[in-house]
């Protein structure tokens, strides 16, 4: 039993090494690359140099209470629909 307790602090103390490791990591990495990026050269333009990501537009009308309710009768007709042609199967 003592073994099986042991094993469980050293998990614990293990996992708190790795995060607090993680976190000296991430915090290094941002000093590093802030300290190598010349003062004279503000983020926002390497920023923009890069291509800019594409963006979906998406116009469509709301749907009305009645047209909600009606899309979900269908869409559990059809699922009924297919349970029961699965089940003939």
Avoid at 12 to 24: D, E, H, S
Wanted: charged fraction near 15%; aromatic fraction near 4%; hydrophobic fraction near 55%.
């Amino acid at each position: 039993m003592n073994i099986l307790k042991n094993f469980e602090a050293i998990f614990v103390i293990t996992l708190g090494l790795a995060c607090g490791a993680n976190y000296l990591a991430d915090g290094a990495s941002d000093t590093a690359s802030a300290s190598a990026a010349p003062a004279g050269l503000p983020t926002v333009a390497v920023a923009a140099a890069q291509p800019s990501m594409p963006v979906v537009v998406v116009a469509a009308k709301r749907l009305s209470a009645a047209e909600k309710r009606q899309s979900l009768i269908d869409e559990q007709n059809a699922m009924s629909a297919s349970r029961a042609a699965a089940q003939t199967i």
